[in-house]
């Protein structure tokens, strides 16, 4: 599986933004999709993660009430709906297919996107 991140940019604190991670390959809708995050000097975390089939949506505290994952299966493609954005959101952002026992764990994640840099101004 191969992924390729886009929708990132430069916004203003309060905007909204919404990522795309697009699939090749036959298999995306088996695995857990995923999105982490690493901002400049620190390591990179969990963002948020939805399951095979979409049932399920997992969200990093930081991002609770303000993110939205959704995957399109038909598309090959996972989207990350950004909102209320703040500069402590500054990251870059990657997209990650994986098995999912963990979803919370960079090392579940076997491919991975780029990565798309989203700057936010105060």
């Known amino acids: 599986v191969q992924l390729q991140a886009s929708g990132g940019g430069l916004v203003q604190a309060g905007s909204s933004l919404r990522l795309s991670c697009s699939a090749s390959g036959p298999t995306f809708s088996r695995y857990v999709m995923g999105w982490f995050r690493q901002a400049p000097g620190k390591e990179r975390e969990f963002v948020v993660a939805?399951?095979?089939?979409?049932?399920?949506?997992w969200y990093a505290d930081s991002a609770k009430g303000r993110f939205t994952i959704s995957r399109d299966d038909a598309k090959n493609t996972v989207y990350l709906q950004m909102n209320s954005l703040k500069p402590e959101d500054t990251a870059v952002y990657y997209c990650?297919?994986?098995?999912?026992?963990?979803?919370?764990?960079?090392?579940?994640?076997?491919?991975w996107g780029q990565g798309t840099l989203v700057t936010v101004s105060s």
């Open positions: 939805r399951s095979v089939g979409g049932f399920r949506s």
């Open positions: 990650a297919a994986g098995g999912g026992r963990d979803v919370y764990a960079e090392t579940e994640y076997a491919y």
